[in-house]
């Protein structure tokens, strides 16, 4: 199948006009638009699907609370799952993904369907056989390092996290293609499909969870999970097909690309490697605290990532093409110029959502979570670690931006050392806060152990790098957003406060309705600050979702240079 026209990288170049039909007269259509459009409405669109991507998610954890609840049962779920999903995060998301696109953004400029071709069947063929090598090891070995990272488990609790683990690991090889296969079509600025396999997953284990019946209900949700693992490769199979690009049975080892995966994902294997490991002490910590501990940890964790899900990584997704292609002109061309717009917008929205989220976490973890096996006395605790979590909001979101600028310009050991100081805080302070602080503790220093790590990426940006200024406006616009968010937070606590007697007699429909409007109002409160105390990133940001809504092409980009 002939393979539709593809765009120049140049973001301004226009395709020369040719008579188009089906699909390449749609992908003419998108080339047509103003860039600022496209950008800011593809932002848009993966914020979107990442969302309901995150809402199916929500959907199947507060399923699977209601039915296991904070108990035993769903420590094993976590521990078996939490493997398989940091080698995907370390192995393919983080280190392979990052460095694989701007290989394939140099074929793409060369239109050489070929190429693409075997690059992309060689690394698919690597990473195939170094993932056999991992399961067929973990597997394996299963029975020694469970318990080395579980010790608190019972031994019912373990041999039942064993069992799962056997019918789950297997699978984390589709998870590792439908990895490959994401970063060839965001290569090729296919962001949508890529956005929403997840959601085919959650509605495969959501079902599991709602039939499954008797004393073997968790091995049906862990068959389901292994399930949806498959079902979002073979999702993504078709889309890249459609590219052109062609699967061959070729490894060669002493391929570029190969060569560039081991030159530069070393250090960045290790940088993911290290702040992974403060996940395994915190699990292991909390093994020791009680049963139901590493539960409660998971539940806080997965809504800890939703904010920065939702903006940050779909920003930092978009904008990584475009920060590749610079970084590899002369002087990295306007890798600053672009960068320092997606910056301030970052802080711009995340220091209300960390605000919010500290204000409101009750609220929000009892409309999520407080259905049948998963009770009050479980929202209590939970909503305390969601928000001492929620201090690290703010840097993570930062942080998810910034470290796709280092990959863009091939600097994978500042992240490693930043990380590295991370953890060597995080190994001294955590067990010394769970002795003291139990559970609590350990949020504690979870939430403040984002901040150190990203401190040291803006310093080497802006003083070593000089891709980055703090001059200029900067702190002005900086202490007007603190001077916003403050007002918003405000807004949010006088409506939670006034609507908590409806919240509390409420049923779900209700009580969703409250969250709903307490979101809108605040919204409203800080855009309505943000005009006062001229922001301008706030009416970017009401623009970007006006035009998002209509359909409409905004003026201008979505996220324009800073006055200076």
Known sequence: MASPKRRSLQPRRTIPSEPKTGAVAAEASRSAAPPGFRRGRTVGVVGVLTLIVAVFGYVREAVLAARFGVSSTMDAYFAAVSIPTILYLVLIAGTLSPIFIPILLRERADEDHGKASETFSIVTNFVVVLFVAIISLGVIAAPKWLPLLFPGFSPATTELALRLTRIIFPAVLFLALTGILTAVLNGFHRFALAAFAPALSSVIVIAAALFARGEHAMYVVGIATAAGFVAQFLLLVPATAALGIRYRPVLNLRHLAIRKLIRLGVPLLLYLAVANAAVFLERNLASRISAGAVSILGYAMRLFTLPAGFFAAPLAIVAYPQFAHEAVRPGYGELREKLSPVFRLVV?????????????????????????????????????????????????????????????????????????????????????????????????????????????????????????????????????????????????????????????????????????????????????????????????????????????????????????
């Open 348 to 564: 711009f929205l995340f220091l209300p959502i960390t605000l919010f989220t500290i204000l409101n976490a009750l609220p929000i973890i009892r409309l999520l979570y407080e259905h049948g096996r998963f009770n009050p006395v479980d929202s209590a605790m939970t909503s305390q670690v969601l928000a001492l979590y929620a201090m690290g909001i703010f840097p993570n979101a930062i942080a998810i931006v910034l470290l796709r600028c280092y990959y863009a310009i091939q600097d994978t050991v500042t992240p490693l050392w930043s990380e590295l100081v991370n953890l060597v805080f995080y190994f001294v302070a955590a067990p010394l806060m769970a002795n003291r602080f139990g559970i609590q503790g350990l949020a504690i220093i979870r939430g403040i152990s984002f901040f150190p790590g990203t401190i040291i990426l803006l310093i080497v940006l802006w003083k070593k790098r000089g891709l980055f200024k703090f001059g200029g406006d900067f702190p002005g616009f900086f202490s007007r957003s603190v001077i916003a968010t403050l007002a918003m937070g405000l807004v949010s606590w006088m409506c939670m406060h006034l609507l908590q007697p409806w919240f509390d007699s409420s049923a779900t429909l209700l009580r969703l309705g409250i969250i709903f409007l307490a979101i809108f109002i605040s919204g409203a409160a800080l855009l309505m600050a943000a005009h006062l105390l001229r922001l301008r990133e706030g009416g970017m940001i009401l623009k970007a979702a006006l035009d998002l809504v209509s359909g409409r092409p905004n003026r201008g980009p979505l996220i324009s240079p800073p006055e200076m």
